[in-house]
């Protein structure tokens, strides 16, 4: 029971920092608004990798959280970049501040055209392998590259250089 709630905590924090904001701020500033997205995307990150670490077995429900967890892992640092451009610039969002959330989308698209495809009786023993070997650096069926190294690209490689870009324009030290 505790070790449930302990690993809900990190989920309920993020909800409670996305509510407080919505609730206690009448005017919400440009910057706000993204930060509220941030933690409600960053709950469902976190309810995500709950049932990953607590060991659900359930994997219909794993299939679904694994497409979950690639559309929501990648949204965050997009939504982080948003959020340094709202502070550090006053003009509005163009198309060119949203394109990065084309990857997250995509790979999330692909997650779930590949568990399509393979259908039901093809992606249960899959799924039922990952989680027993924990080998996340297995290849989906029918992909050459592991997702997980694509997804680490994105991930850390491009948004960590472009998220930066802004700050480092107004000679903000980290």
Request: net charge positive; charged share 15%.
């Amino acid at each position: 029971m505790i070790f449930h709630a302990l690993l809900l905590l990190p989920c309920m924090i993020s909800l409670f920092c996305a509510l407080r904001m919505i609730l206690l701020h009448t005017q919400k500033s440009r910057s706000q608004k993204v930060m509220i997205v941030f933690f409600f995307v960053l709950t469902f990150f976190f309810f995500e990798r709950i049932n990953v670490i607590s060991a659900s077995r359930e994997l219909k429900l794993y299939i679904f959280l694994d497409i979950v967890d690639c559309i929501t892992s990648l949204q965050l640092f997009p939504l982080l970049y948003l959020y340094i451009i709202a502070l550090t610039k006053d003009e509005k969002f163009s198309w060119k501040n949203y394109i990065w959330f084309v990857p997250g989308l995509l790979v999330g698209l692909g997650s779930l055209l590949t568990y399509a495809i393979m259908g039901c009786e093809r992606a249960m023993p899959y799924v039922h392998s990952l989680l027993e070997t924990e080998d996340y650096a297995l290849v989906y069926p029918y992909s050459t590259i592991p997702i997980c190294k694509i997804h680490h690209f994105i991930t850390n490689d491009i948004f960590n250089f472009v998220a930066l870009q802004p700050a480092n324009l107004m000679n903000l030290k980290f």
